[in-house]
């Protein structure tokens, strides 16, 4: 079964860097896209950032400039890179990867536990 898992999540002041980590493992046959999304209380889940396999990327507004993504194929990990933090980006994270698993024949979307990125002012 594929499975995502996450990591890098945690406490950082205002200002500060925190890069978030997450890999698929699994019978995984190919990855078409990878990303994060955030859910805080209250609101919809949102992306944050996207890569798709050929390499083009997608920001959300509030974190262009400040947070870049990236990919390691070689080890079906995402990388989030994430600067210049503020408080506002306080969140619950979730990795996302649109994923073939052996023998389905198809994509669908695998999902992560989701990890705390907390921002103190």
């Known amino acids: 079964q594929v499975q995502l898992v996450e990591s890098g999540g945690g406490l950082v002041q205002a200002g500060g860097s925190l890069r978030l980590s997450c890999a698929a493992s699994?019978?995984?046959?190919?990855?078409?896209?990878m990303g994060w999304y955030r859910q805080a209380p209250g609101k919809q889940r949102e992306l944050v950032a996207r890569i798709i396999s050929y390499g083009s990327t997608n920001y959300a507004d509030s974190v262009k400039g400040r947070f870049t993504i990236s990919r390691d194929n070689a080890k079906n990990t995402v990388l989030l890179q994430m600067n210049s933090l503020k408080p506002e980006d306080t969140c619950v994270y979730y990795c996302n990867a649109i994923i073939m698993e052996y023998g389905s024949g198809w994509y669908r979307d695998y999902w992560g536990q989701g990890t705390q990125v907390t921002v103190s002012s």
């Open positions: 699994g019978s995984i046959v190919s990855i078409n896209a």
